[in-house]
């Protein structure tokens, strides 16, 4: 069956790094565009980061501009998020999903399959 799980957050101090990754199975992962989204308690998911089949075409939250960095590794099935520079305002539950379109989408409801999510909480 599909799954996607993420792994990599934690508890972080405002200015650090972290990496978070998530691992896909079920699908055929290549063929699928994939997004990285957030939840803060009390707020709506929101799209952090998405990327095309390829990993050719990204596209970002303006919030995260310059310090998140998504990429994917098609033979490892896997796709990652680089976040530099957190802010306490990254605090959220982190997840990643998959869209069977090829091409970045930036509407959450249009994704797929989606993982439980990691937590990443920045301290100030």
């Known amino acids: 069956q599909v799954q996607l799980v993420e792994s990599g957050g934690g508890l972080v101090q405002a200015g650090g790094s972290l990496r978070l990754s998530c691992a896909a199975s079920?699908?055929?992962?290549?063929?699928?565009?994939m997004g990285w989204f957030r939840q803060a308690p009390g707020k709506e998911r929101e799209l952090v980061a998405a990327?095309?089949?390829?990993?050719?075409?990204?596209s970002y939250a303006d919030s995260v501009k310059g310090r998140f960095t998504i990429s994917r590794d098609n033979a490892k099935n896997t796709v990652y998020l680089q976040m530099n520079s957190l802010k306490p305002e990254d605090t959220a539950v982190y997840y990643c999903?998959?869209?069977?379109?090829?091409?970045?989408?930036?509407?959450?409801?249009?994704?797929?399959?989606w993982g439980q999510g990691t937590q990443v909480t920045v301290s100030s």
């Open positions: 990327i095309n089949y390829s990993g050719a075409r990204t």
């Open positions: 999903a998959a869209d069977q379109g090829y091409k970045v989408n930036l509407l959450t409801e249009a994704y797929d399959y």
């Open positions: 079920g699908f055929t992962f290549s063929h699928y565009a």
